[in-house]
């Protein structure tokens, strides 16, 4: 699925930051809540914004039986996903995400 973008609220200040995340958290949860037993969701976004991805997935795994599974892709310019925001741990598997960048200089 995909969230509000962060390009559409860009300048649209804290209010609409804080609205946008609240949003990606609530669809997220949506569409887990609506996964059949044993189904796999993707979150996939147009973003770098750790507050877009990772944090958002990390809300999820942290208030439900969510786990995150590695992906196997063989892509260039990728990096796993933080594990770590402000010296605080994020939820376990996070390393596992998969960013993909446009270049190898990001």
């Avoid at 569409?31 to 750790?50: I, Q, V």
């Avoid at 990390?58 to 010296?87: M, Y």
Wanted: net charge positive.
């Amino acid at each position: 699925f995909l969230g509000p973008s962060s390009r559409a609220m860009l300048w649209a200040g804290r209010a609409a930051h804080v609205w946008r995340w609240q949003k990606q958290q609530s669809l997220l949860r949506s569409a887990y809540t609506a996964l059949k037993p044993g189904g796999t969701l993707l979150d996939s976004t147009c973003s770098l914004n750790l507050e877009e991805n990772e944090l958002v997935v990390d809300h999820l795994v942290k208030r439900s039986d969510a786990v995150i599974d590695p992906i196997e892709i063989s892509l260039a310019h990728t990096r796993p996903g933080f594990e770590v925001h402000r010296g605080k741990p994020l939820a376990a598997g996070l390393g596992r995400a998969l960013r993909i960048l446009p270049t190898d200089d990001w």
